[in-house]
């Protein structure tokens, strides 16, 4: 994993419910951000969920079932946005989610939020469906998807396209 980035721990709760609460029109309980947060890096479940943390900047997260995940929610602190962040998580999200075979990660985005749709169009996400008034009457959310190439956990070759 890149030295920048490590899976959150319960000593992020504060940090990323933070990062939720002013940065997200519905931010996640501190509960369900807690259960995030106990996830065993060494455990190797079929089902799982966890965060990974840029330290003092930002965070994603992600759940899955066996061979497919779905990103939760990417949140970069405002002051820190437009440095790579963004993008360094992604990748290394990315680069786990392979190395564990998964093999087709999803997200939802406001169709609006112009700088999230292109960071995961610029990481090869695709749109394939619309779901309207998901945050609300008049605001749809698109439904995007990426296929990975699984790969044994440990390799550096995946790379998240620019
Ligand atoms: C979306 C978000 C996570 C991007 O994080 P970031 O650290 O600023 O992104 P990066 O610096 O890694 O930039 C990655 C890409 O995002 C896009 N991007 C970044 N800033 C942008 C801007 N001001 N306008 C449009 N696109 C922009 C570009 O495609 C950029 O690629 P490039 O580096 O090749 O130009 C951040 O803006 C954010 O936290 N937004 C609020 C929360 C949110 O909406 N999350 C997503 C939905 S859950």
């Known amino acids: 994993m890149n030295p ?3 899976y959150g721990t319960p000593d992020d709760l504060e940090f990323i419910t933070g ?23 060494a ?3 079929r089902v799982f969920k966890f965060a990974l943390v840029a330290e003092g900047a930002g965070y994603v997260s992600v759940s899955g079932v066996i061979d497919e995940a779905e990103i ?35 997200l939802e985005v406001e169709s609006t939020n112009q700088r999230a749709l292109s960071l995961y169009r610029s990481c090869g996400f695709a749109e394939y469906g619309v779901r309207n008034g998901y945050y609300g009457e008049g605001r749809d959310a698109l439904l995007m998807s990426k296929e990975l190439q699984i790969r044994e956990q440990g390799g550096d070759q995946y790379r998240c396209d620019a």
Request: with cysteine; proline share 5%.
């Open 19 to 41: 990062l939720e609460r002013d940065n997200l029109a519905l931010p996640w309980s501190e509960e369900a951000v807690l259960d995030l947060l106990r996830y065993d890096p």
């Open 72 to 106: 939760g929610n990417i949140v970069v602190a405002p002051e820190c946005r437009g440095r790579g962040y963004g993008r360094l998580l992604l990748e290394e999200l990315e680069n786990i989610l392979a190395g564990r075979g998964i093999r087709k990660v999803f």
């Open 43 to 45: 455990g190797g479940d």
């Open 4 to 6: 920048a980035v490590r």
